[in-house]
């Protein structure tokens, strides 16, 4: 079973950044896709990131160009680059590991979430 502890979240300034960072732990967590996740008060969580374990990245639109995730397989860790930020940024960030087996999910782990506050 993979256990996820997200880091790096907290208060930055509009046009700020924050370094977010997700430690994987168990079997096998680099053939996960990861992803990032936020949730804002009142709104859904949508997803923000998403890394396949073979490296490729998608991005929600308000992010792109702004925000960067990588991972480092080594150290089973998983970031997010979140440059340029705005209030509509502010949310709760979760990490996420995710594989599939065809269109099944087969395994799902979810952080427990960093707080992102984005306010002058």
């Known amino acids: 079973q993979v256990q996820l502890w997200e880091s790096g979240g907290g208060l930055v300034q509009p046009g700020g950044s924050l370094r977010l960072s997700c430690a994987a732990s168990?079997?096998?967590?680099?053939?996960?896709?990861m992803g990032w996740y936020r949730q804002a008060p009142g709104k859904q969580r949508e997803l923000v990131a998403h890394?396949?374990?073979?490296?490729?990245?998608n991005y929600t639109d308000s992010v792109k160009g702004r925000f960067t995730i990588s991972r480092d397989n080594t150290k089973n860790t998983v970031s997010l680059q979140m440059n340029s930020l705005k209030p509509e940024d502010t949310a709760v960030y979760y990490c996420?590991?995710?594989?599939?087996?065809?269109?099944?999910?087969?395994?799902?782990?979810w952080g427990q979430g960093t707080q992102v506050t984005v306010s002058s």
């Open positions: 890394i396949t374990s073979g490296g490729s990245t």
């Open positions: 168990g079997s096998s967590s680099s053939r996960y896709a």
């Open positions: 996420n590991a995710r594989r599939r087996s065809g269109a099944t999910v087969t395994y799902d782990y």
